[in-house]
């Protein structure tokens, strides 16, 4: 499966709502992260009424034969807690102990450098061989996928050489299950609907005194903007926006939960869908104006560019200290050029002329 030409897409719709305007942790609105395409754990899941999903699925329409081959992968964030504690005195070398010889604050600057507690993401991904689609209708395939857990710490030192605090990164493991089965569409030659369901497996127990906390424990099990990829050889992918008009009922008959189900890459080709948490239309495009990621939901490229270039330094400091994603979008901004930044500027995407007598 060659996703070059649509990694751009893909990429945006797994960092969307990574981190909003104004791009720091003091901000409201970067309090409650993790927005998209969330999968809790099932015990969460069910302790909530469903009201939290611990499953999506997929389901689309492919034309092909026995000899189809199909692969999917599913793309997800994995959250990892950054906690910043200050050492109670600071010592020439990380001590043992040194969770127990510190206490935790929301940021800590040593030198020129804020060090903020944060949550950064690492991106997984699950998926399957090549598969033709004879066999996976004669008996669907279950993929399983774990990723363990991670505890790392990392020394903050002074201008001296002396620790005065440490960064502790803490990742819950997590893991889940990919379920695809095809089925053949009776009286359609050639037709098959092609299901694809994940689900969080991961073991969760309510251990928290309010159900902030406990949704909060819950979230550092759930795989995060989680969507779905597939790939087609010798075979199409039929759109379900936009269904050849004697394909539409079976179309509608389709059923997707938590995710639509958009043809992406190269507008009239049929190789290859993106199921997306957030709602696409067929063959979505980066606008190529864009200089880059704003990880901000319904993002105006021009408004929040401009929003940047007045924060004060004080702000971008902070901003810079997030991670290495904030500082590039910062570096990337103040590094416009004037054509650049007018290129955003008053784009017309498409013009429709009306017919004389058209309301």
Request: aromatic residues 6%; negative net charge; contains cysteine.
């Amino acid at each position: 499966m060659n996703l070059a030409p649509v990694e751009n897409v893909v990429a945006a719709v797994l960092y969307e709502g990574y981190i909003l305007y104004p791009y720091r942790p003091s901000s409201v609105k970067n309090r409650q992260r993790w927005t998209f395409g969330g999968l809790y754990p099932q015990a969460y899941s069910q302790a909530q009424a469903g009201v939290e999903p611990s499953a999506m699925q997929t389901q689309c329409l492919l034309s092909g034969d026995d000899n189809t081959k199909l692969q999917v992968r599913v793309r997800f964030l994995h959250i990892m807690e950054r906690e910043v504690r200050e050492l109670n005195s600071p010592a020439p070398q990380l001590p043992d102990n040194a969770e127990e010889a510190s206490h935790p604050v929301d940021s800590l600057r040593v030198g020129d450098k804020l060090y903020p507690t944060w949550q950064e993401a690492t991106e997984r991904e699950a998926g399957s061989a090549e598969m033709e689609l004879g066999k996976l209708a004669q008996a669907g395939q279950r993929v399983s996928f774990a990723f363990p857990e991670r505890h790392e710490q990392e020394a903050l030192r002074s201008h001296t050489g002396e620790v005065v605090g440490l960064v502790v990164r803490r990742q819950r493991a997590v893991d889940g299950i990919v379920s695809l089965n095809a089925e053949r569409i009776e009286g359609k030659s050639h037709l098959f609907k092609v299901t694809v369901r994940v689900e969080n497996h991961t073991p969760w127990q309510a251990d928290g005194a309010t159900p902030r906390q406990n949704r909060d424990s819950a979230q550092l099990k759930t795989l995060v903007s989680t969507h779905t990829i597939l790939g087609v050889q010798a075979g199409e992918f039929i759109s379900l926006l936009d269904p050849p008009k004697e394909l539409s009922a079976v179309a509608e008959g389709c059923s997707n939960v938590g995710t639509w189900p958009v043809l992406v890459g190269e507008e009239g080709t049929h190789d290859l869908i993106l199921s997306s948490p957030i709602i696409l239309y067929d063959y979505p495009q980066i606008a190529p104006e864009s200089q880059g990621d704003l990880y901000d939901g319904t993002e105006i490229d021009e408004i929040l560019t401009l929003r940047i270039l007045t924060l004060t330094d004080e702000e971008k400091w902070e901003m810079r200290a997030v991670d290495e994603r904030a500082g590039a979008l910062l570096d990337r901004t103040e590094a416009l050029t004037s054509e650049q930044l007018m290129r955003l500027h008053g784009s017309v995407r498409s013009l429709q002329v009306r017919q004389e007598g058209e309301e």
